[in-house]
T-cell receptor
Framework: KNQVEQSPQSLIILEGKNCTLQ??????????LRWYKQDTGRGPVSLTI?????NTKSNGRYTATLDADTKQSSLHITASQLSDSASYIC???????????FGGGTRVLVKP | DGGITQSPKYLFRKEGQNVTLSCEQN?????MYWYRQDPGQGLRLIYY???????QKGDIAEGYSVSREKKESFPLTVTSAQKNPTAFYLC?????????????FGPGTRLTVL
């Protein structure tokens, strides 16, 4: 069964600190992996996209990594800001059939 | 929100009623999607449309219906057959159907059954 599991479910960090979110998937055959940021009560916004051949991608203070062999990805947030408080969703695309599988998300709360 | 609008932002439905959620995009995208989001769960695909006048069932289509008469519009009707409709509904669009193109999401509609 194609699945995307994210951990932790939620975390609280102090402003200015770094954090790392994890995404493990079983989707096969793999096409690409995206990280989305979703503010409360809003639609998700794409942060990064990585294909099989890419193992790191940055977008400002957000850095995503991908290990296609172990089927793991991480999203690292550097020097967190209050505006980083949101849910972060990992989405994996299947090569055959173009189906997307969404993780349940990690809810991040940045405190001053 | 990438040129996609959804309305209303909040919607209340009485049991037995049908309600329609609006989704409009001005991105000239061919593909459009409807997702349902429940707390702690990943987004689940309700319906998708690859092109005007075409749409396909997603993973949880029962109790929902859609139409795609115009490229810009993809309304979702939640019928009385949907037994647990309270959720956050997200509309998305992409240049082409499938996982290769980034999907752009609307701001969502929160539906509550009274």
């Amino acid at each position: 069964k194609n699945q995307v599991e994210q951990s932790p479910q939620s975390l609280i960090i102090l402003e200015g600190k770094n954090c790392t979110l994890q995404c493990n998937y079983t989707v096969s055959p793999f096409s690409n992996l995206r990280w989305y940021k979703q503010d409360t009560g809003r639609g998700p916004v794409s942060l990064t996209i990585m294909t099989f051949s890419e193992n790191t991608k940055s977008n400002g203070r957000y850095t995503a990594t991908l290990d296609a062999d172990t089927k793991q990805s991480s999203l690292h947030i550097t020097a967190s800001q209050l505006s980083d408080s949101a849910s972060y969703i990992c989405v994996v695309s299947k090569a055959a059939g173009n189906k997307l599988t969404f993780g349940g998300g990690t809810r991040v709360l940045v405190k001053p | 929100d990438g040129g996609i609008t959804q309305s209303p932002k909040y919607l209340f439905r009485k049991e037995g009623q049908n309600v329609t959620l609006s989704c409009e995009q001005n991105l000239n995208h061919d593909a459009m999607y409807w997702y349902r989001q429940d707390p702690g769960q990943g987004l689940r695909l309700i319906y998708y449309s690859q092109i005007v006048n075409d749409f396909q069932k997603g993973d949880i289509a029962e109790g929902y219906s859609v139409s795609r008469e115009k490229k810009e519009s993809f309304p979702l009707t939640v019928t009385s057959a949907q037994k647990n409709p309270t959720a956050f509904y997200l509309c998305a669009s992409s240049m082409d159907w499938g996982g290769a193109d980034t999907q752009y999401f609307g701001p969502g509609t929160r539906l509550t059954v009274l």
